[in-house]
């Protein structure tokens, strides 16, 4: 494929300063671009490899405008980054427009009883839909993924390849999950009795807002009684762990392999990195920051960023440090008793 | 569905203060519970939601049965906690026995040669089952799970959607395994040589108790030459991986995204709390409990609780705090300096 | 299955020390060994085992040959666990070789249009591969797996059942990728905007080299725009997560649970332990070696092991610990100070 500089700006913005009949045939990084490919620069730290770069055009703020324009055609906006997120956007809207129409429902798909769906969705080779689930317009189901009964999708939702979407979970418009994702397993509840656990039953289900993204292989659990709750535009990466009764408010994006353990309450707008860990029955407000690694034990509800690792250190030394720490609460005193003998 | 009060005494027990015909048609949360729906008290930590509750009937301890009966229907037992859980199986499997039955296999299910299937198997959609497997009275396979060649499931165990169950290997009554998770994937195992890997090939199987519940995209690797053992009662949330050649003791369990590396040998009655991380080549006594995220670098064989996670903090004193770990040794140095010039 | 010892050291070399007509049904660990196994001894800390093992044959290397040898047959190589990982994949050859061929393409699988299949490729029941999609000679495709359309699978590549390989990824020869991995997802790429988060659409892929091998449920997600890069004899365990635009340089090999974020870039020969963490945008050097349960947060150039992980301890000495570890920072100022009172 191939489109115009003219056609990029009409449909997204930004002022063009080159020549609208540029063709371009696919966004690149700067360090990979070659002519005929357009590349951005979302911060300032990457002004050096305007020079090198061989993108035919840029697209770049207003204060690195003119140095990039003596090389080549640019695109001004305020937010290259943003601007480039857009362009990925329309550009596989247009890669997708081109292309013939994919079957609508494969003929091995197995379509259950008084199931409710949109002439336009489409369901992949080998994927089940168990009776009573509900497929709005534009639904999208892939390859051998498997929709339990009286589940709901909002328009213009898609799953991947292989997603479990258990009975009676309801997602919002416009989401995405990606391959081997489990949504709607049972929640992890059991009650120990005489030395053994016996099982509670998980009578709640999930509840996913819009514009939900989730990662390949991540886990969102049933609630236990009431449902567990993904709020609008969360975002969750891969191999997360989202355990029974839990709440995501709204815009909060969670990195890879994090896990979140039953009945946290989060905030809106949070964010956490990779393999954050937040303990259950605790709430995190809004606009909280937890740094990746990092290990929530108890409520935080001041906005900020938050981390808890141990610093990483060649294995000798990390070796001793750790086991003096363990000595620490005895230091402090052996401080203290010093302290007071030198200042009575 | 809907049950009378005076129905779930006289299959669970309990003293019932309050009208046998009272219907109750879900089960509740306190907060969420309204008229018509039952709850319970598991800890008098919750005492104050009693006045709250619209619940129908709370089942309650008989310290605060007086208290709870003054706002309607009571079920006095000695385990609340335990009764809600034997009421959820209770309830769920009235759900089932109201229902159609199921197909018992369905024709897009591809059975191999020689494979041993009770009456009353029941198979999903798009499940595989290679030659050679036995599948006991009761067992279920979910839609698109696979069941590899000579596996044998006991009776009454369930395979949820897409769950893996591999060639040879064997588990007991009553389990249950949750969609996605790979049960008998190959263990880890390379020899250096050279500066490269070369594979070697995972001889063993897995062996699985009776009552073993296992969750989503959990992993439990097959072993080199032995088996792998999970043993009776063992508990195992989401995207857990459980190297080759482990064992686990009967009624362990353990939190999501809890990693135990290769051989490592763990007893009976332990729990983990989420992404703990066990090595390998070491044991765990009976009884022993790991906190979350706490990492077993040795053998522990001493029961208790058992914890090592770097305290969570605001960014800027985490960083002051870290860097200044990374000199802790030197300072026990100086404080040693210290003491023996004022003692001396 | 049943072959002698001398058509082992016929196939793998060494020397034996014992009779060539000796039958071995089975490889053993030394614990679990009976007479008409053959096990070895890859350490020297094993030594102890020799006296007591039931194991026919043993190989070992030239040291412990003589006292191995009054027990029984032997056979002597330089490097045991590496003629033990050889005698395993030999093993499992002669097995396989000794049964009926599998059918090539089961009826059940879904084949694309102008996909380029060698004659000698089995594709598993229930499998789906994608238009234009190349599989080469001797490539497996596992019951259930998804290959994506113009994907591309070198030869003797294996897919276990239910592998996910997305659209226009790439993979080289002798490859093994175990039951629930994703290669190819969407890396997690979003701008932020007014409180909110716009997807970026991940345009490039993953390119994997020769005999790379990939756990179960691991995720290898597509680059943004250029493509997440494998190279040739990596081994990846299960449950990791490889963010999007990551380079994992030649024979590095990784335990479970680790995850790399996005733009990392990783040397050839290096190790890391499970669970071990490496953040985005930095660079790892070749032959470092990072401890389990270990978070790289900055680049590490110099190789070495290195780690960083809180020491476990009893629950109450660890709360004194880890609460005093929050006042490092000051406990250092005030042994400063007292050092400079008393060395002034």
């Known amino acids: 494929m191939s489109v115009g500089l003219g056609d990029i700006v009409q449909a997204l913005g930004g002022e063009l300063r080159g020549q609208a009949d540029c063709e371009i045939h696919r966004i690149a990084s700067l360090e990979s671009a070659r002519p005929g490919e357009i590349s951005f620069i979302a911060h300032a730290r990457f002004r050096t490899l305007i020079a090198s770069t061989q993108a035919s055009c840029l697209i770049v703020r ?51 009883a008084a199931v409710q769906l949109h002439p336009s969705v489409r369901i992949g080779a080998g994927a089940v839909v168990d009776d009573g689930a509900v497929l709005a317009e534009g639904v999208q189901i892939g390859a051998q993924a498997h929709v339990g009964e009286f ?19 309801r997602m919002g418009e416009r989401g995405l999950v990606h391959t081997g994702a489990v949504i709607g397993a049972d929640g992890f509840g059991f009650a120990p009795f005489e030395g053994r656990w016996e099982r509670i039953e998980q009578l709640g289900g999930v509840c996913i807002g819009n514009d939900v993204d989730i990662g390949a292989n991540t886990c969102i659990d049933r609630g236990a009684l009431d449902d567990t709750l993904i709020e609008d535009g ?35 707008g949070c964010t956490f990195g990779g393999a954050a860990m937040i303990l259950g029955h605790l709430e995190i407000g809004d606009h909280v920051h937890i740094s990746a690694a990092s290990v929530v034990m108890s409520s935080i509800l001041k906005p900020g960023q938050y981390s808890g690792v141990f610093p990483i250190d060649e294995n000798g030394s990390w070796e001793k440090n750790a086991a003096t720490l363990r000595q620490l609460h005895t230091l402090r005193s052996r401080l203290r008793a010093l302290e007071k003998k030198i200042n009575p």
Chains 1, 2, 3 share one sequence.
């Open 234 to 268: 969360v975002k969750l990466d891969n191999l997360i762990q989202i355990a029974h009764n839990v709440r995501i408010g709204a815009h909060t994006a969670m990195a890879g392999c994090v896990g979140v353990a039953g009945s946290a309450r989060i905030g809106s």
């Open 62 to 112: 207003e204060d690195l405008a003119d140095e990039a324009e003596q090389r080549g055609a640019v695109i001004v906006t305020r937010d290259p980054y943003l601007y480039y997120a857009r362009l990925t956007r329309w550009w596989v809207a247009r890669l997708r427009a081109g292309r013939e129409p994919l079957a609508l429902i494969h003929p091995s798909a197995v379509i259950g």
């Open 151 to 169: 589940a709901t999708l909002g328009a213009g939702t898609r799953l991947a390849a292989r997603v479990e979407f258990g009975a009676a979970c």
